[in-house]
């Protein structure tokens, strides 16, 4: 992936490829050993086959989306070539014909001289602030 987009344009980037619900182009960018930590899951996928089967069910979701709040992206360079992506997005999808909306914040860690650039994904609901 190298030259094709910078670490400030990878989460666009991720964002476009679910938002067309193809679990495969998302899937591609994770490398085969990559770690994912799921918004919608308690449990870690590692891999293919488990960060796979986690966004099939995600995009099998009626209306599902991300939007990205781009004014929060940032990123980070780091002196081994990795870069470090992160910001907020918000998913999105019908459950029982409502929208339901769920504010998130991102983490990506990012090689972006490998074809499949994303070594790990932590993704996590945006808590609530205390009263």
């Given at each position: 992936m190298t030259g094709a987009i910078t670490a400030e344009e990878f989460p666009a980037h991720w964002v476009n490829l679910v938002n067309a619900g193809d679990a495969a182009a998302v899937l591609a960018?994770?490398?085969?050993?990559?770690?994912?930590l799921p918004t919608f899951s308690p449990v870690p996928a590692v891999g293919h086959e488990e960060i796979g089967a986690y966004f099939a069910?995600?995009?099998?979701?009626?209306?599902?989306?991300?939007?990205?709040?781009?004014?929060?992206?940032?990123?980070?360079?780091?002196?081994?070539?990795?870069?470090?992506?992160?910001?907020?997005?918000?998913?999105?999808?019908?459950?029982d014909g409502e929208l339901q909306t769920f504010p998130a914040r991102f983490t990506f860690v990012?090689?972006?001289?490998?074809?499949?650039?994303?070594?790990?994904?932590h993704?996590?609901?945006?808590?609530?602030?205390?009263?």
């Open positions: 960018l994770y490398d085969e050993g990559a770690s994912l069910k995600l995009l099998s979701h009626e209306g599902v989306g991300v939007r990205l709040d781009e004014d929060s992206v940032g990123a980070a360079q780091t002196s081994d070539g990795l870069a470090v992506a992160y910001g907020t997005y918000a998913f999105f999808y019908r459950l990012i090689d972006l001289s490998r074809s499949a650039p994303l070594l790990h994904h993704s996590s609901l945006v808590p609530t602030p205390p009263a």
